[in-house]
């Protein structure tokens, strides 16, 4: 097993680039399934829920190759088969988002309950009800979704919340389909459009509408494709956070201001200084004071719930008190243990909140007994502990959280950190951080 270790006490200075996004590059890599033409893709980070993500392709004979210059070329002419094994498709969440391809493909599809970070329940059951109104007959035992048709045909689906995964599940099911389909309340995330234009540079018909509505007309083939890929909003704000709560400033190229409005408003609010060098560089300059915060996570354009672990700890160095409340996941705070070992001041608790059903983004439980929120006392000075990392962004926070504080942290389960982040500890490194990789 790997570990970090890292000797705090260090401001984080430099200028880095951000590598592509990571929540396109795996989705863009299943698009393979629905084109036997060569897909080549520019800006590709080489993290592991990419690979992996081409490991389930592969697997099912689609042809993916890497290169050291961060581009990748899919070609789908080999697919054969229609089923994932339990073992490799529940590690990662795009495992039900082949459903619709092979569907399309073979008529059958079987594919096993997805991974990934485990943030609540998750469930995909929005995905199966908007694949069984096109057409699909879908039954779920021993783990597996098994699905058939005789062909997925275009409907009209509501989500009943947003949701980022499910939206993408029926992009990909809905551009071949027969017919057309409007999918409603689905998701404004960039990440999103950005597979859109991919998917409409290999001919298909997507058009988004005011408001949440998305219409896709079907089409009988789809070609191949060149494409650059956005950059990864979540390391901007990662970096940035970083920064902010050492006492230093960075450079970030690949930060596109227009995607990261409400987080550059929240920084606003609190004080930060920053300045927009163009469209894709941004300077964030640390100050002596910060004011503190009271922030809800929301669907896009909304503050996004990957943000919030960072901003915790952005706020452990803020004078006062701030608070932070997560709507969009019912497990979230799995990292607040971690900080508190650290030296950090955070308590959980119950907001208020009139209908929870309609305001909370997940299936609200009568019987839900996470507390949604944390209060925040600061400012604390942190200081060295060994801590685990649960889930990808809440391991981000703790490598930043060990980079200022006091002393030498040993950070173990870094693998949750290489899903999403491509050779951490030598970027960091670059920036004046003194982190090692380690095996135990």
């Known amino acids: 097993m790997d570990k970090l270790i890292i000797q705090g006490g260090r401001k984080i200075r430099g200028e880095i680039t951000v590598s592509g996004a990571k929540n396109v590059a795996m989705k863009v890599i299943l698009a393979g399934l ?35 210059n961060h581009t990748m070329n899919i070609r789908g002419d080999g697919l054969h088969k229609y089923s994932l094994p339990l073992d490799m498709g529940g590690l990662y969440r795009t495992a039900t988002m082949v459903l619709g391809p ?25 995905h199966i009800e908007g694949l069984k109104k096109m057409g699909a007959k879908i039954k779920y035992a021993d783990g597996f979704f098994e699905a058939s048709c005789h062909k997925l045909k275009g409907t009209r689906f509501r989500f009943p ?26 998701s404004l995330e960039p990440e999103v459009d950005d597979l859109i234009n991919i998917l409409c540079l290999m001919g298909a018909k997507i058009k988004r509408l005011k408001g949440r509505s998305i219409v896709i007309n079907g089409v009988k083939k789809l070609s191949g494709c060149d494409y650059k890929i956005m950059p990864d909003r979540n390391e901007v704000v990662t970096f940035a956070i970083g920064a902010l709560a050492s006492g230093g400033q960075i450079l970030i190229s690949g930060a596109q201001s ?37 922030i809800v996570t929301k669907p896009h354009p909304g503050f ?8 915790a700890l952005l706020m452990t160095q803020v004078e006062g008190l701030s608070i932070i409340h997560e709507t969009i996941f019912e497990d979230r705070f799995n990292y607040v243990n971690q900080l508190r070992k650290m030296g950090a001041k955070i308590d959980h608790y119950h907001p208020h909140v009139n209908n929870p059903h309609s305001f909370y983004n997940f299936n609200w439980n009568g019987n839900h007994h996470s507390a949604q929120a944390v209060k925040i006392s600061g400012r604390t000075h942190l200081h060295e502990a060994v801590l685990e990392v649960a889930d990808l962004r809440a391991g981000a926070t703790l490598v930043l959280a060990a980079s200022i504080a006091e002393g030498t942290s040993i950070i173990y389960g870094i693998n949750h950190l290489d899903r999403g982040y491509e050779n951490i500890e030598h970027r960091l490194g670059s920036l004046g951080v003194f982190i090692k990789r380690m095996s135990d």
């Open 102 to 126: 092979l569907l399309q493909r073979f008529g059958k599809a079987k594919v096993p309950n997805p991974g990934g970070c485990r943030l609540g329940q998750r469930p995909v059951d929005w």
């Open 258 to 294: 227009t995607n990261l409005s409400v987080f550059l408003k929240s920084l606003d609010k609190i004080g930060v200084h920053y300045q927009i060098i163009d469209s894709e560089r941004i300077l964030f300059k640390s100050v002596n004071r910060l004011n503190p915060s009271r």
């Open 304 to 311: 996004m719930t990957d943000w919030q672990a960072p901003w």
């Open 34 to 68: 629905l084109s036997d033409k060569n897909i080549h893709v520019q800006n590709i980070p080489l993290i592991t829920s990419v690979t992996g993500t081409a490991d389930l392709v592969k697997f099912l004979g689609v042809k993916v190759r890497f290169y050291s």
């Open 161 to 186: 919340k947003n949701t980022h995964t499910g939206t993408e599940t029926l992009l990909l099911s809905a551009v071949k389909a027969e017919g057309e389909t409007v999918l409603e309340n689905a």
